[in-house]
């Protein structure tokens, strides 16, 4: 059976500069619209990174609760531990939508590198291949500061140890 899955996040590639007027601010209220609007089984993602945000959207008509950022941090993800260490680390703030590495949106931990290119063109996949080189030594070198640190909006609830403690913490156990 077909699904949609209805994205509050903002951290996709397709989306302007700007929220449109009377866009939904939150997942929650976008499934609502979404769901009166389609016949089809709807899946949440985005800005669902507690047990709160699961029974938010749930409770909006979600069938599934897809996450990301509250899985990075897990003994299973693949994400560079020093990436995983940036997520706890305190020296980190905020995040922002950046095309500073890619030349496409996508939500990241503010650091050196995205403050230096606030104003990165939309020049995807050129800006991707021209930053590969930064990002691989950033890597290597353990430099946060250059790395890309994708980051949801919930990324402080991220959580070390097992997925399954995590799974168990976004299902209220």
């Known amino acids: 059976m ?3 899955t209805a994205s509050a996040s903002r951290h996709g590639a397709f989306l302007a500069d700007r929220r449109p ?3 939904p601010s939150t997942t929650a209220e ?3 619209e979404v769901g009166a609007a389609v016949g089809l089984p709807l899946i949440a993602a985005g800005a669902v990174s507690d047990a709160a945000a699961v029974t938010s959207v749930l409770a909006a008509g979600a069938e599934a609760a897809q996450v990301g950022t509250a899985l990075l941090r897990t003994d299973e993800s693949g994400a560079r ?9 305190a ?3 905020e995040t922002t939508l950046t095309r500073a590495f890619t030349g496409r949106y996508a939500r990241a931990l503010v650091n050196d590198f995205v403050r230096d290119h606030e104003d990165a063109p939309d020049g995807y996949p050129a800006i991707h291949h ?6 691989a030594a950033a890597a290597a070198a353990g430099d946060a500061e250059r790395l890309n640190l994708w980051a949801g909006t919930g990324w402080r609830t991220a959580r070390t140890g097992p997925v399954a403690d995590a799974m168990s913490g976004l299902l209220g156990g």
């Open 2 to 4: 077909p699904t949609a």
């Open 21 to 23: 007027a009377g866009t």
């Open 130 to 135: 021209l930053t590969a080189p930064v990002r």
């Open 81 to 89: 531990q020093l990436h995983k260490d940036a997520l706890g680390a």
């Open 30 to 32: 976008l499934l609502r």
């Open 91 to 93: 020296r980190f703030t």
